[in-house]
């Protein structure tokens, strides 16, 4: 298929560079996914801990253009716990590259659950994307929401004590 956009819409000097300044931000975006996901020993902790409205962006692979959203993850620790920022970083890590949302959501929650061994893990991702809101159907205040729901949490009461603490 061959694009034909008229040319008057580009700027010849604007986008001169543009190649190498895409080059530059792919490579900065994937080293958002290189970092030591530290554990601790658990100190006996046995309730849940949730790390909510954790901002990110990505790009939906099918346009490539931007989905932006916030991701909530909870776990009920097992005999280790990990550094709150590392449950920042690991959204940062599989949002710093292609995909879809559904895939994002629940390899998060396959990484915590594969470094913790937590009794359960929950994320929930909700999120606006561009495919969306600038071309096809110009949804502006749509929201996708996923979720991926590992052990403890598969049951009702803690599910719906995990959603309730989210507000």
Same mark, same amino acid.
């Given at each position: 298929m061959e694009l034909k956009l008229d040319d008057s819409l580009f700027n010849e000097e604007e986008l001169q560079n543009t190649p190498?300044?895409?080059?530059?931000?792919? @490579?900065?975006w994937a080293s958002n996914n290189q970092f030591k996901?530290?554990?601790f020993d658990n100190p006996g902790y046995n309730q849940m801990v949730i790390l909510k409205d954790i901002d990110f962006s990505s790009?939906?692979? &099918? &346009?490539l253009l931007p989905f932006h959203g916030v991701a909530h993850i909870g776990y009920i620790p097992g005999s280790k716990i990990c550094g709150i920022s590392k449950l920042a970083r690991v959204v940062d890590k599989f949002a710093s590259r292609?995909?879809? +949302?559904?895939?994002m959501t629940q390899e998060i929650a396959d990484?915590? @659950?594969? @470094?913790? +061994?937590?009794?359960?893990?929950?994320?929930?991702v909700s999120a606006q994307h561009d495919c969306m809101r600038?071309?096809?159907?110009?949804?502006?205040?749509s929201?996708?929401?996923t979720s991926a729901i590992k052990g403890e949490f598969c049951k009702a009461e803690?599910?719906? @004590?995990?959603?309730k603490l989210l507000g």
């Open positions: 190498s300044r895409y080059e530059g931000f792919l @490579e900065e996901f530290t554990t790009l939906c692979s &099918h &346009h292609p995909q879809i +949302q559904e895939r990484f915590i @659950e594969m @470094e913790l +061994q937590p009794a359960g893990v929950m994320v929930v600038i071309r096809g159907v110009k949804k502006q205040n929201q996708m929401v803690t599910r719906n @004590e995990f959603l």
